[in-house]
């Protein structure tokens, strides 16, 4: 399944003519799975998060440049002043044809502390929340798709657009979220809802996605909402101002140093 990220960045417009007797639950996490994307992208976000306490808004820039084997990927957080600077910088790999995938390489900048932090792609931290989100770093990473199991549950209508109904099951059961299902459109296979359970089996947090359009005939997922049915928190990413296949994303703001630098604009 791709990244979070990669859901905001791009999605082709693909037209699916074969029923759902036809494709597994693997199939159609596959057509998701492989859905084109361009070589850059370039857009700025809005993170809504909100808890008990209230509110708080934070704005983001974010780039990506494919370089075939590895989609390196940048995020900066430009207000609020007390988290402004913060950086997090991943490499993600591509699966190979034997199904293998090197797992990514994460580095979170914290300017306050004027440090370099390797995140680590598996495990207690990768599933902690990603700068007081309800979304985890793991989420904001790739996943390859043969760490899971899939099965085709049916279809169900997602705000009006018809979807296959898959489970997700991990391969390896300690994970925090061991089991999702994910609604994909069929007319388009991409992603309009996700359901994650936790070890009890327990709905832990929905993710809704919406305000998908076509920007230079990539398909763009422009607002995502996770919701924390548990703890009654959620947090809303939503995309302005997208790109695709700018010339000017140089490779040089792909690097911890210019995290540090203050360069990435």
């Not at 076509?214 to 947090?235: H, L, P, R």
């Given at each position: 399944?791709?990244?979070?990220?990669?859901l905001?960045?791009?999605?082709?417009?693909?037209?699916?003519?074969?029923?759902?007797?036809?494709?597994?639950?693997?199939?159609?996490?596959?057509?998701?799975?492989?859905?084109?994307?361009p070589?850059?992208?370039?857009?700025?976000?809005?993170?809504?998060i909100?808890?008990?306490?209230?509110?708080?808004?934070?704005?983001?820039?974010?780039?990506?440049?494919?370089?075939?084997d590895?989609?390196?990927?940048?995020i900066?957080f430009?207000?609020?002043?007390?988290?402004?600077?913060?950086?997090?910088?991943?490499?993600?790999?591509?699966?190979?044809?034997?199904?293998?995938?090197?797992?990514?390489?994460n580095?979170?900048?914290?300017?306050?502390?004027?440090?370099?932090?390797?995140?680590?792609?598996?495990?207690?931290?990768?599933?902690?929340?990603f700068?007081?989100?309800?979304?985890?770093?793991?989420?904001?990473?790739d996943?390859?798709?043969?760490?899971?199991?899939?099965?085709?549950?049916?279809?169900?209508?997602?705000?009006?657009?018809?979807?296959?109904?898959?489970?997700?099951?991990?391969?390896?059961?300690?994970?925090?979220?061991?089991?999702?299902?994910?609604?994909?459109?069929?007319?388009?296979?991409?992603?309009?809802?996700?359901?994650?359970?936790?070890?009890?089996?327990?709905?832990?947090?929905?993710?809704?996605?919406?305000?998908?359009?076509?920007?230079?005939?990539?398909?763009?997922?422009?607002?995502?909402?996770?919701?924390?049915?548990?703890?009654?928190?959620?947090?809303?990413?939503?995309?302005?101002?997208?790109?695709?296949?700018?010339?000017?994303?140089?490779?040089?703001?792909?690097?911890?140093?210019?995290l540090?630098?203050?360069?990435?604009?």
């Amino acid at each position: 399944m791709k990244k979070i990220l990669s859901l905001i960045f791009t999605f082709a417009f693909v037209v699916a003519a074969i029923s759902a007797q036809n494709l597994s639950g693997y199939d159609i996490v596959k057509k998701n799975d492989d859905l084109p994307s361009p070589k850059t992208s370039a857009s700025t976000a809005t993170l809504t998060i909100h808890t008990k306490k209230g509110d708080r808004l934070r704005e983001v820039i974010m780039k990506t440049k494919d370089y075939g084997d590895v989609k390196k990927e940048v995020i900066v957080f430009i207000t609020p002043k007390d988290v402004a600077g913060v950086g997090y910088l991943m490499f993600n790999y591509e699966e190979k044809e034997d199904g293998s995938k090197k797992d990514s390489d994460n580095w979170l900048y914290m300017p306050a502390m004027k440090k370099v932090r390797r995140i680590a792609s598996s495990g207690t931290e990768s599933e902690g929340n990603f700068m007081g989100t309800d979304f985890t770093y793991q989420d904001m990473g790739d996943r390859s798709i043969n760490k899971d199991v899939y099965t085709l549950l049916g279809e169900e209508a997602v705000d009006g657009v018809d979807c296959y109904k898959v489970e997700c099951v991990s391969k390896t059961k300690t994970e925090k979220n061991p089991r999702r299902i994910v609604y994909i459109a069929k007319k388009d296979f991409v992603l309009r809802k996700a359901e994650y359970f936790d070890r009890q089996n327990q709905l832990h947090r929905i993710l809704t996605t919406s305000g998908i359009k076509e920007i230079d005939g990539y398909m763009a997922t422009t607002f995502m909402k996770m919701e924390n049915v548990q703890s009654g928190t959620w947090s809303v990413i939503e995309i302005k101002n997208i790109v695709y296949n700018s010339t000017d994303i140089d490779d040089s703001l792909f690097t911890v140093a210019s995290l540090e630098k203050g360069r990435i604009r």
